[in-house]
């Protein structure tokens, strides 16, 4: 009887005819049948299963057929001879085939892993890494789910980078940025080679934003970047901060001419911008720093530059200037000025002198303007025009004024007639929202009446912001306190800031009365300033008076008041009450009369 070879079958896998779809499956490509059967992790582990339970149905099949098969002995016995070495067979095949599909399934599971393993912890030490992709089961969705994650983490990091390191607005280079480049072409920089930095700081650019708004300042600064970027192509170009700009060219000749550098970024401000259908002027001061003339490392070439550019300022902006040695030494006696002045607000080293005010129609003595003195302790008797600017700069002028202010009034208290004290305030000062209390809280505290003080303001402090200077004068005239606009005619006032304030005095600038001369025009400007006073109600009075020509000529003209040397100098604080009682005594006022 013919029986089926069952070991070649089993091996072979296939029966007496071919599957279909196994037909259909060979004519495919290699790794398209790969995929077929092997394209998930879960398809392979389905198939060695599958594998080895076919193998056991087969023997089962077999031990089966051998126990109900009713044949003679000598056949009995040569197929269980037969089922014995084919079920060996069968157990090796069954074992090989388990343990290669096995280590197969290990291979594509464990080394992938590995790769994994090792390539997390190479990520997270910060090294770049990538796992290679080789399958198209769950564990190489795996790691090309990683590759994406890398990838993804490498492109937020270079935006986090960009960010860190360029600015917001414009894009340009940062400071930090800056500073390290600057750095690295300072270590490049060859014998005979020069490298150039300019800072360069926008001239008024708060007038922009205060004026036509902080989206017209924000144009306004991508402009200027993109000015500077386009005229220096070779260099590199940053923003520092808010309206600060900076330059760097590196590899100059020694025989570059650099006065032609500084006339190039001048003329990057030549033009006016067009915001809002608005031309808006610009114009920029600019300091320059040479190395290795002026330093050799980036912090000293940007300090010396920054040094040359408030020297430019200095020069009425718009312009630019090179670093010099004696401007750093200037420098260094500014830092130690302003630490002096610091140590001069906390123990009280400043003292009060005051200027007598004197009324031609009353012919007599009005009132004192305080003037702050600073008696420092090495240098002596320091001008106000030394360390005014200084203070404003700094921004300590509203502690010193606020000192000013109470102690005014204090001293006023005390003298012997109720004469008025006139006070000045800065225009960073007048503009702190603070400043009525400040001023309530002083007469408060020296019971002086409001009426006795009189603030003095300068004509700039219309310039920053009109509605708010006109609301913090209104307070202070609602307290009482009168008004007096300094150094009247040289200033940003208009005829329609007058009309919009009343405004209780005009002081006329020295300027004008120095001019006062037999024959001149000065005698028209003064008349000019009396007349318009007069029709608004304004009281006024010169200052700067020396000469009793000077005195003729504004009595004939008809001004009120007058303040200067000719009367006195200022005196000190505890001089005040002798000066009334004598200037009450004596015959001294009759000098001033006509």
């Not at 994650?149 to 940062?174: C, F, K, W, Y």
């Not at 002027?281 to 040094?307: C, R, Y």
């Not at 609602?478 to 009309?499: A, E, M, N, Q």
Request: charged share 20%.
């Amino acid at each position: 009887m013919h029986r089926p070879d069952f070991s070649k079958l089993l091996l072979s896998g296939k029966g007496d005819r071919a599957d279909p779809i196994e037909a259909r499956t060979a004519q495919r490509p290699v790794a398209e049948r790969s995929a077929l059967h092997f394209g998930t992790l879960s398809a392979r582990i389905a198939t060695i299963l599958a594998v080895m339970f076919g193998l056991l149905v087969c023997t089962l099949v077999l031990l089966f057929t051998a126990g109900v098969l009713r044949i003679d002995a000598e056949v009995i016995g040569g197929t269980v001879a037969e089922f014995g070495l084919l079920l060996i067979v069968i157990g090796i095949a069954e074992l090989v085939m388990v343990l290669g599909l096995g280590v197969a399934l290990a291979r594509t599971i464990t080394r992938p892993l590995a790769d994994l393993v090792r390539a997390t912890r190479n990520l997270a030490r910060g090294r770049k890494t990538r796992v290679s992709v080789q399958s198209g089961d769950e564990v190489g969705q795996l790691a090309q789910s990683f590759n994406t994650m890398v990838d993804a983490i490498e492109a937020r990091e270079q935006r986090i980078s960009h960010a860190a390191l360029h600015d917001a607005l414009t894009g340009l280079p940062n400071r930090k940025y800056f500073v390290e480049q600057l750095d690295q072409a300072l270590q490049r920089r060859r014998a005979g080679r020069r490298v150039l930095v300019a800072y360069i700081d926008l001239d008024d650019f708060k007038m922009v934003n205060d004026t036509l708004g902080h989206a017209a300042g924000d144009r306004l600064l991508c402009d200027v970047a993109a000015r500077l970027q386009g005229e220096m192509p070779d260099g590199l170009i940053a923003r520092l901060s808010g309206d600060e700009f900076a330059a760097m060219i590196p590899g100059l000749p020694d025989d570059a001419d650099l006065a032609a550098i500084g006339i190039r970024l001048q003329s990057c401000f030549a033009q006016d911008i067009l915001l809002d259908g608005r031309k808006a002027a610009t114009s920029a001061s600019i300091g320059i720093a040479v190395a290795p003339e002026d330093g050799t490392d980036g912090l000293t070439l940007l300090k010396n530059a920054d040094l040359a550019l408030y020297r430019a300022k200095e020069q009425g902006k718009a312009g630019h200037h090179f670093f010099e040695t004696a401007l750093d030494e200037l420098a260094q006696h500014r830092r130690q000025l302003e630490t002096d002045l610091r140590a001069a607000i906390r123990d009280g080293g400043f003292d009060l002198h005051f200027q007598p005010l004197y009324s031609l129609t009353e012919e007599r003595l009005t009132a004192f303007e305080a003037l702050v003195r600073w008696p420092h302790p090495t240098l002596g008797l320091v001008a106000p025009n030394d360390f005014i600017p200084l203070a404003e700069e700094t921004g300590l002028m509203t502690q010193i004024g606020e000192w000013v202010m109470r102690e005014a009034c204090r001293q006023a208290m005390a003298w012997p007639e109720p004469l008025s004290v006139a006070v000045n305030l800065s225009s960073k000062q007048f503009l702190t929202p603070a400043l009525p209390a400040m001023v309530v809280q002083a007469l408060a505290m020296s019971g002086l009446p409001p009426q006795r003080l009189e603030v003095e303001i300068t004509e700039g402090v219309f310039a920053a912001n009109v509605d708010k200077t006109l609301e913090t004068l209104h307070a202070l005239q609602g307290l009482g306190v009168r008004i007096t606009l300094d150094d009247f005619g040289t200033g940003y006032t208009s005829l329609g800031h007058l009309r919009l304030f009343p405004f209780n005095k005009l002081k006329i600038d020295q300027s004008f009365v120095h001019d006062l001369a037999p024959t001149g025009n000065a005698h028209a400007v003064i008349r000019a300033i009396v007349t318009l006073a007069d029709a608004l109600g304004i009281e006024t009075l010169a200052e700067g008076v020396e000469e009793t020509a000077q005195l003729d000529v504004l009595r004939q003209e008809g001004c009120q008041q007058i303040q200067g040397y000719l009367l006195s100098r200022p005196i000190a604080g505890e001089d005040v009450a002798t000066f009334i009682r004598e200037q009450r005594a004596r015959a001294h006022v009759i000098r001033l009369r006509a």
